[in-house]
């Protein structure tokens, strides 16, 4: 089964940039997309960005242009590079894998946002 380990949270100033690593273990197979959400208290759930075994990118409005994904295969480790930050980017982070035989959570880290 595949496990995720968040981290890299933290708080930062208003144009901060922070870089969230996300380490998998267990197999993901040879097909599979990557996401990242992010959950503010009292709000939804979030689609911040995804990554496809392609390397096949895509973004949320909010973030786009700021935020950049990315991925390692050895180990396998998903990336979020968050650029010019804004309080609204306050939010637990969690990363999430979609493979050819379930979808799997990570932890979630928090990202804090504030002068």
């Known amino acids: 089964q595949v496990q995720f380990v968040e981290s890299g949270g933290g708080r930062v100033k208003p144009g901060g940039s922070l870089r969230l690593p996300c380490v998998a273990t267990?197999?993901?197979?040879?097909?599979?997309?990557m996401k990242w959400y992010r959950q503010a208290p009292g709000k939804q759930r979030e689609l911040v960005a995804i990554?496809?075994?392609?390397?096949?990118?895509d973004y949320s409005d909010p973030v786009k242009g700021r935020f950049t994904i990315s991925r390692d295969s050895a180990p396998n480790t998903m990336y979020l590079q968050m650029n010019s930050l804004k309080p609204e980017d306050t939010a637990v982070y969690y990363c999430?894998?979609?493979?050819?035989?379930?979808?799997?959570w990570g932890r979630g880290t928090q990202v804090t946002v504030s002068s």
């Open positions: 999430n894998v979609g493979t050819s035989w379930g979808n799997y």
């Open positions: 990554i496809t075994s392609k390397s096949s990118t």
């Open positions: 267990g197999s993901l197979g040879s097909s599979y997309v």
